[in-house]
Structures are given as C-alpha cells and as structure tokens.
C-alpha cells in the first residue's frame, strides 16, 4: 500500500467550490468526525438499551431457575413474528442507504435512531443465548478494538483503498457463505464465518474511518449536507461495530445452559 498525504491534494479548497484556512478546514474535519462517533455512540446506547428492555419484558425466572419465555417473548423470538424483528432493520438501511439525499436532517435522524431500537429488538435474543457477563466482556473487547482500528484508519499515513476493495470482495463472500449455511447448518462453516467475519469487519473499520476522513472535502463548509453525510458515516460505522460484536461473541461467548 502505497503512502500519501491528504494534505498534498488541495487541503482547503472543498469539492463544493469553496475555500478556507486550515484552521476552519481543520475545526470542520473535528466537528465532522465527532458528529460521526456521537451518533453512533447514541445508536448504540438506543440498541442496546432496548436491547435488554425486550430481554427483560420477553423473559421471567422459572421455579427450577431456568429462563422462561412469556407472551412477549415467545412472540418476538419464537412465533414467525421473529422474521419481521430480524429483518426490520435490514429494510431500515436500504432506506437509509437509497433515500437519504431525499430525507430532511430531521426526518434522517428519526430514521437512523428508529433503526438503531429495532436492530436492539433484533439483538435482544442474544441474552436468551449468552451469558450476561459474557455478553458484557465481548462487547468491551469490541469496542476496544474497534476504537484501534478507527484510530489507525484516521491517523495512517497508508493508502487503505486496495484492503478496502478487498475486504468489500470478503464480505459478499460471508455473504453468500451464510446464505448457504442457512441450509447446511455446519457448525464448521459457521465457525469459519465468524472468523473471517471478524477479520473482515476490522479492516473494514480502518478502511471506511480512513474514507470518511477523505470525504469530508467533498461536504467542507455545507452544514446541512455535512450533517447527512456524518449520519451516514454513523451507519456504516455502527455496522461495522454490531457485525463484529455479533460474530466475536459466537466466537468467545458463554452460552446459557
């Protein structure tokens, strides 16, 4: 990988025809990247939140001390209600992904935290499955790694394009390895995608936190579309983050008896 410096190709002047100090271009690239980690830290806060809300009200303690599934429960993670809570926020990020530049700020961000409870709903099972402090430690080991990875994609003074497009090749390819496992159902191929996955999802992180920081250009000195775009970086942040949580705690994690 090649090295190269950002501030070589025209460092104050923005792809929407302004101008500005380095101070401005500078405090903007802040602002930009703060917006970015602030509404992912909200969205993850919102996921996790009600996350453990549909645990608690989908869950009650047995006679033999074994977790038990009320109505709420058995409705959300038993009958085929489940495969809506699943896919909701699927269709929440193609929204996101195709209507955005459509969207108001307001109605954007409405978006974006809706889909951030219903991927918590959607992540609520994992309590069923695995053990608190188990889920506790694999969640502080991603984000410990993840805040790595971000800061090495931010602060690198290495062109990370070509792992990117590499990386984007592994992902469609954990993919259609998942769809296929969904009919063999090998633990073996589920191991084998966790783990790719996981390696996938870190260069991932490096890669669009180095990409992000190179976009700015394009919204420098525009409030509204820098917002949005922020947002958007959210979002990708965000997934990167719950993939790699989901497929580290396959990987590590205590399950229930």
Do not use: C
């Amino acid at each position: 990988m090649a090295d190269y410096d950002r501030n070589a190709y025209a460092p104050y002047a923005t792809g929407m025809g302004r101008s500005m100090s380095a101070a401005q271009y500078d405090q903007g690239l802040r602002s930009y990247m703060l917006g970015i980690y602030n509404h992912m830290t909200i969205a993850l806060a919102i996921s996790g939140l009600v996350a453990i809300g549909a645990f608690m009200l989908g869950t009650t303690t047995g006679a033999s001390g074994r977790l038990a599934l009320p109505p709420f429960g058995q409705a959300i993670w038993m009958s085929p209600l489940k495969w809506v809570v699943m896919l909701a926020p699927l269709a929440f990020t193609l929204v996101l992904s195709f209507r955005w530049e459509k969207m108001g700020m307001g109605a954007l961000l409405g978006t974006f935290y809706t889909f951030a409870a219903a991927m918590g709903l959607s992540l609520s099972s994992v309590f069923v499955i695995y053990k608190l402090g188990s889920i506790a430690q694999v969640f502080f080991i991603t984000a410990a790694s993840f805040g790595a990875l971000s800061l090495f994609g931010y602060t690198t003074k290495k062109d990370l394009s070509a792992m990117g497009k590499f990386m984007m090749m592994g992902l469609f390819g954990l993919i259609i390895a998942g769809v296929v496992n969904i009919f063999m159902q090998s633990s073996a191929l589920q191991f084998g995608i966790n783990l790719i996955g996981v390696l996938v999802f870190a260069g991932l992180t490096a890669w669009d936190t180095q990409r992000l920081k190179e976009e700015y250009d394009a919204v420098a000195g525009d409030d509204v579309l820098m917002q949005k775009w922020s947002l958007m970086g959210a979002l990708t942040l965000y997934l990167n983050f719950i993939n790699m949580f989901q497929m580290l705690l396959s990987l590590m994690g205590n399950r229930n008896e």
